[in-house]
Every structure is written in C-alpha cells, then in structure tokens.
C-alpha cells in the first residue's frame, strides 16, 4: 500500500475526480484568494458529503470523512480548512435533525441537492475568548430574531450560502442565552470586509462578516442549553466533536505533504524516511480510533475528552513531522519552491484553533480526577 492510498482511495469514492483536478493546479494557486479549489470542491458535490443518504447527501461516516481531509489537506491546506467549517456546521445539523420535528431536514436537503456552502461563525480567533462566546447578539421581535456584530476570522466568507454562527440572544428579563443561527448570506444588513492578512490558508476566505440588524426567522434558530459553568450541551458536544476531528485531520494532510517530498525525493537515510511514515501514519490511527467510536454511536463528555487528546497528540505529531522533513529535504529545496516552507507554516495553524490546549489543560486535569468538561 502507498502512501495515503487508503485516504486517497476514499476521497475517489465521495467525491470522484476532485484530487485529479487538484493536483492539476500548483500549490500556489490552490491556496490564493480567489482560487480554482472551491468551485471544484463543489462541483464535485463536496458540500453534501456529511449529509445522510436518507436527504439526498453521500452520508460519509466520521472515519471516511477524516480520511478524505486528510487527502485535501495534502493537495490543499486552505479547502480542508474550508471544507472543515463547512462540515462542522453541516454535522451540528444532523445532530439537531435527530429526533427533532424542526426544519433541519429541509436545510440538509438544501445542502445537498443546491450544494451549499455553509460558513462557520462561532467564536474562534479572538485572543482570550472562551469558545462559546459569541460575537453576535440579537434581540427577538416578534418570531424574529434581530442579529447585529461581526465574526472576524469567518471561513468561506465570500463563497457562503449559509451564515451558520453562535448568537447570544437577549431575553425579556435582560438574560443571555446561547443559540444557533443559520442566516442566508444575501440576507439585508450582511456586509463582508477585508481582514486576512496573511499569505498562509489565505485561500479559506477568512475575512471578516459584519452583521447589521439582520432579520433571522425564529425556525432558522436553534436554542442551546449551555449552563453558566460552560458545560456543552448535547447538541455542542456533538458538533465540537467532528470538528476537532476534521480539522485535525486536514492539519495532518498538510504535513503529510511534506513527508511524501521525502519519500518522493528518496535522499534521505531510510530510517529517517520510516520514522516520517511511522509518525504521520500512528497519527492517523489515533484520529481512526477516535472516529471509529464516534462511528457506533458514542458521544458525551467522554468522547470529547478523548478527541480533544488525539487533537493535542496529533498537533504535537505534526511538528515533530513538519521539522524533520523541512531538514531532510535540505536548504536547496528549502529556498527553490515556496511550497515547503508554505506547508510548514499552515501545519503550524492547527495549534490557533480552538480549543486551545492552553486553555482546556486544567479543565481536563479536572475532568480526569472526577469533574465535569468545560470548555475554557
């Protein structure tokens, strides 16, 4: 077996023909504003992937899922990223379309039949922030929900069809409650504006999303029931779970890139060349462990606890990996193509997403000696 064959081999399965058109076009392009990646990502019926059979989706499981971002993230760091937030928000649907009599079906269907992109606006990249605080508010008027604020980084900001994001909605008695809006982008009052600095994943279109008194039907509004100690409810557990996994796993593409230009290049000692394979491959099994049980069913605090530890174990992996093959490729190759030092540097981004291990270690101390998970 090559490899990533086995994730290769899946990512044909889902979504036919999308790593032949992407190894088409140079890294370079892949990862620039404006790039070919999204509209191939598309048209090969990427946005339905997590979305049940039973709603006209490919209903890809957690493990196939993880295997196919990690064969994107090879080819393109900045739509595994992409496609990753459009995925977490997807599966928050599925889970609140279980058991509930709402119109999360419908919306799933949408997704797949019209290819939707979905774009994430919880509360990630604000320095000091607990995830679950939102950068919107809203007050209700009548069945309507008035949303006002801004999501700066927002992914997908200037292909979304969906404005998934986490609102913080005003109730009559001046109390805070945590909710989740999905919000068309032509809606009245949404206004995207430059924010992206960096050359690095800037193909993800993570600009910033200014929401002025946008107008949210109470039925595209799903409640939460986040306690005041900021323990996640079923529905978060749920969704954060998928996305540590995805995100995780398109990370790990990005430095399986490089370990595959030392296979490739074959100058290294072979045992160098193993421990790269050996390291990015245990990687991965620890990620298929945790998908494999998301896969029967398993959910709760347990689960999240155990993919927020293959989340720090693989980031730790990664830059193990991404150093040693940055030097084993040498100085020459180094300086030759940007695409070295450009996937060294997205790997590098999976440490910026949240939760950050800085924040969660003493929650998990804690969860470890008998305490509930929260999320710092």
Request: aromatic share 6%.
């Amino acid at each position: 077996m090559r490899f990533m064959e086995k994730e290769r081999e899946t990512l044909q399965e889902f979504l036919p023909g999308l790593d032949a058109e992407l190894t088409r076009h140079s890294l370079t392009d892949l990862e620039r504003p404006g790039n070919p990646a999204l509209s191939t990502f598309k048209a090969a019926r990427g946005p339905g992937l997590l979305v049940p059979a039973q709603y006209g989706g490919l209903g890809a499981t957690p493990l196939q899922a993880i295997r196919i971002q990690r064969a994107i993230g090879s080819r393109s760091p900045s739509l595994a990223v992409a496609s990753t937030m459009h995925h977490f928000s997807v599966a928050s649907l599925v889970e609140a379309s279980l058991g509930s009599d709402g119109l999360e079906w419908m919306l799933l269907e949408a997704i797949a039949k019209d290819n939707l992109l979905l774009a994430s606006g919880f509360a990630e990249g604000r320095t000091g922030a607990a995830i679950l605080s939102p950068t919107l508010h809203a007050v209700r008027r009548g069945t309507t929900l008035v949303v006002s604020g801004s999501k700066k980084p927002c992914t997908l900001s200037h292909s979304m069809d969906l404005l998934t994001a986490s609102v913080a909605v005003t109730d009559e008695h001046g109390r805070d409650q945590l909710a989740v809006a999905l919000i068309p982008a032509g809606s009245p009052g949404i206004e995207v504006k430059p924010f992206w600095n960096s050359f690095v994943l800037a193909g993800a279109e993570s600009d910033e999303v200014v929401l002025k008194d946008v107008e949210v039907p109470q039925d595209l509004v799903v409640m939460t029931e986040t306690t005041e100690d900021r323990q996640l409810d079923e529905l978060q557990t749920s969704g954060f779970l998928w996305f540590e996994l995805l995100v995780t796993a398109s990370y790990l593409g990005a430095a399986s890139a490089l370990a595959e230009k030392v296979l490739a290049d074959g100058k290294a000692d072979a045992v160098e060349r193993a421990a790269l394979i050996i390291e990015a491959d245990a990687a991965m099994t620890t990620l298929e462990g945790v998908a494999h049980a998301m896969g029967d069913g398993e959910r709760g605090q347990d689960m999240f606890a155990k993919a927020l530890v293959a989340r720090y174990a693989v980031q730790d992996a990664i830059g193990r990996i991404t150093r040693r093959a940055v030097e084993l490729l040498g100085g020459m190759s180094y300086i030759g193509s940007g695409d070295v030092a450009y996937l060294s540097a997205a790997s590098a981004a999976l440490m910026f997403h949240p939760p950050s291990r800085t924040r969660m270690s003493q929650a998990l101390c804690d969860y470890v000696t008998g305490h509930p998970l929260r999320v710092a």
